[in-house]
């Protein structure tokens, strides 16, 4: 038995950012955590419980989850979800001369889940980006930014958070993330 934590990695090197739908019969997984990358996972349809950092958030559809780079994570799902998952390197925050697309990513990212309260907009927005992460075109930057900054803003909008702020972390956690990170092991 092994005491490491697993660390995925669902986006290839090449890869600012990734967005495809969640494969359905994914229902539970075990804990592990993503590094070099920000999820952002939509649910329209699914019921049960996602744990992000030992915390337990039940999956009431149309939701929001947001996990940072190091959080730990898993699903316990028990019904047939319906997923979009967005995965956003830093790279591309970086590449990124939109002051207003940092600055909606910088807000989302503080929050762990967003109950929303109407979500076709997202839904149709999610699609689309989808659609363009397939598209390897001179511009498909440029129209991926435009379409995550509305997504973003749309969700600020029609959200409530279900916490308002990430929780302080104390020097005994971030001590413990640290020995976590020491001995993790990278699953592709």
Not at 75 to 90: G, M, N, Q
Not at 157 to 165: E, L, W, Y
Request: aromatic content about 8%.
């Amino acid at each position: 038995m092994s005491n490491q934590l697993l660390v995925n990695n669902k986006i290839e090197n090449d890869k600012v950012l990734k967005a495809v739908p969640f494969k359905k019969i994914i229902r539970k997984t075990t804990a592990h955590k993503h590094n070099n990358y920000f999820e952002i996972i939509y649910l329209s349809q699914g019921s049960g419980f996602h744990f992000i950092d030992l915390k337990r958030y039940e999956i009431k559809p149309p939701v929001m989850f947001f996990v940072r780079q190091d959080q730990v994570h898993y699903w316990e799902i028990d019904s047939e979800p319906d997923v979009y998952v967005v995965i956003l390197r830093k790279s591309f925050v970086e590449k990124s001369l939109d002051k207003e697309l940092k600055s909606l990513i910088e807000q989302i990212s503080s929050q762990c889940c967003l109950q929303l309260k109407d979500n076709s907009t997202i839904e149709t927005l999610l699609e689309l980006l989808t659609a363009e992460n397939k598209i390897s075109a001179e511009c498909s930057f440029h129209v991926t930014e435009g379409l995550l900054k509305s997504i973003l803003a749309k969700i600020i909008q029609v959200s409530k958070p279900i916490i308002n702020k990430a929780e302080t972390k104390s020097d005994l956690y971030h001590s413990f993330i640290q020995l976590v990170n020491t001995d993790a092991v990278v699953v592709n």
